[in-house]
């Protein structure tokens, strides 16, 4: 719990204006790739779409927007040389606008991808050393400078003083890769002008250093050193960081790389298809690309949900409601399906025997790990005093008696209702008429015997009624709301 507290305010913190100048904007003039729009980037940003979207395009395009991006494209497979990277593998081409400030300061100018000349070439707005210059790091070019320790013992004289990693940062990649640090320590290398880190560890009372480390381990130690030496006019561009890792560490990793985006006050641009990281990352964070008959476009999802659908990921159970009984349970089925159908696959929702009951239920799952959950009382509950130090979250259905509530707007709107079951006015009236002294437990399947339809048809068409009823559908909104902040969804 703490550690989640701890991963909310780093969220919280990176959502705030930052006075270190990024890139905001990238506008879209011409593309063999995208369409022409305006793609909009966080501080930190998490890039994600279905395999050929364009996700790597966009990645490479960004990195040569700036004075200071390499000519070379680190790109193609690890198992491809530079050489054969560079020969095979076609460079981006296309004409864009950059769009890079803070809050107070902005500048603006004009890139052709195809032209070896005219990208960024000066800001005369901001002070020296907030230039914009990127990073680009994938699996390839952090393996391929592990190899300058592999057999040549010139590169382990040029290292510099070690230096240790912190407690808690030992903590942290325990839960990234699995591994008990007992000692974790860094070095740098000048390589023939290129900075490559060492890495040196004891675990599990063994020594070893980069060279012997599994191609997991390397790559996540690569990426947190790009971050930790990175300075806050640094856009790090992070291509695929769920790379040879176990799945049971994606989260952590992409937690662990904004907690290391806001200690730097750099930009980090993450392109992913890990299920997990785009779970962990606050919707807001994220941009989908998608494919189009004009091009690929990207797009500010709403909900988590439905970018993990877009990857063909179906969410699974994330949450329950629990509710007072079967017609409760009716109701906010329907609510969220048809108010919230972003979220209701990723939520289950629970009848129990009464308010005490749903209360009981509701403070059991307070307790699960991997499950959020809310109660549902009905609106006669409210002002109850709900005892223990469970705190569970409630909402309230409108009205006091669900069934009374529900059913008023087709009570006073019989034609809405004879719309929604294709019936005629007339026998909606009447059928309305010889059951309104009915109690309201049992006036649902009176109406649907003297209207020869269902009950579950009558229901959900009194439902959709009650939902399309001005008159209520703020309080229905408002419920929504309630549940989807409880819920965290």
């Known amino acids: ?60 395009a960004l990195r040569r927007v700036t004075i200071l991006s390499s000519s070379v494209e680190t790109q193609g497979p690890p198992y491809l040389d530079a050489y054969h990277r560079r020969t095979l ?6 004409k864009f606008e950059v769009e890079y400030g803070n809050d107070s300061r902005v500048v603006r100018w004009p890139v052709d991808l195809a032209a070896s000349e005219g ?72 390589a023939n002008g290129l900075d490559i880190p060492y890495f040196s560890v004891r675990s599990n009372g063994r020594d070893y250093g980069s060279d012997a480390m599994s191609t997991g381990e390397v790559w996540v130690h690569h990426v947190l050193w790009i971050l930790r030496t990175a300075s806050p006019s640094n856009i790090v561009l992070i291509d695929e960081p769920e790379s040879f890792l176990s799945p049971a560490g994606h989260a952590a990793f992409l937690n662990e790389i904004a907690r ?85 696959g990723s939520v289950e929702v629970v009848k129990a025997e009464g308010a005490d009951s749903a209360i009981s239920i509701g403070c ?53 209702l004879a719309r929604m079951l294709g019936r005629a006015p007339d026998a909606i009236d009447f059928a309305l008429e010889i059951n309104r002294f009915d109690d309201h437990h049992d006036w649902f399947a009176a109406t649907a015997m003297s209207l020869d339809v269902s009950i579950d048809v009558l229901i959900d068409s009194i439902i959709l009624v009650w939902l399309t009823d001005e008159a209520t559908s703020g309080e229905v909104t408002e419920l929504v709301e309630q549940v989807r902040t409880s819920l965290q969804l």
Not at 89 to 94: H, I, K
Not at 394 to 416: C, F, K, T
């Open 260 to 344: 290391k985006s806001l200690a730097s006050n750099a930009q980090v641009i993450v392109s992913t298809h890990s299920a997990a990281m785009i779970a962990a990352t606050p919707t807001e964070f994220i941009r989908v690309i998608t494919s189009g008959t004009s091009g690929a476009a990207v797009i500010q999802p709403s909900t988590t949900a439905g970018v993990l659908r877009v990857l063909g990921q179906e969410p699974g159970i994330r949450a329950v409601v629990v509710v007072e009984d079967e017609f409760a349970a009716r109701v906010v089925k329907r609510v969220l399906s048809v108010l919230a159908p972003d979220i209701v």
């Open 89 to 94: 593998a076609e460079p981006p081409s296309g």
């Open 1 to 60: 719990m703490r550690g989640q507290r701890e991963q909310a305010g780093i969220w919280a913190q990176l959502r705030k204006e930052s006075g270190t100048p990024y890139i905001r904007r990238l506008e879209v003039t011409s593309s063999p790739v995208f369409a022409a729009q305006g793609i909009s980037f966080n501080r930190f940003t998490v890039l994600t779409g279905s395999h050929g979207a364009g996700k790597s395009y966009l990645m490479r």
């Open 119 to 190: 990208r960024f070439v000066g800001f005369p707005e901001f002070e020296p050393g907030d230039e914009p210059w990127t990073t680009y790091v994938d699996p390839s070019s952090a393996l391929f400078g592990q190899h300058y320790f592999d057999g040549e013992p010139i590169y382990r004289t040029r290292l510099s003083a070690a230096e240790a990693y912190k407690k808690d940062e030992s903590v942290r990649l325990r839960g990234i890769l699995g591994k008990t640090y007992e000692r974790l320590a860094w070095q740098q290398c000048d």
């Open 364 to 416: 059991a799952l307070g307790s699960a790990s991997r499950l959020r959950s809310c109660v549902v009382l009905d609106g006669d509950q409210r002002g109850r005093m709900l005892r223990g130090p469970e705190a569970v979250s409630v909402a309230y259905l409108p009205g006091d008696i669900p069934e009374v509530a529900v059913s008023a707007s087709s009570r006073s709107n019989p034609a809405a």
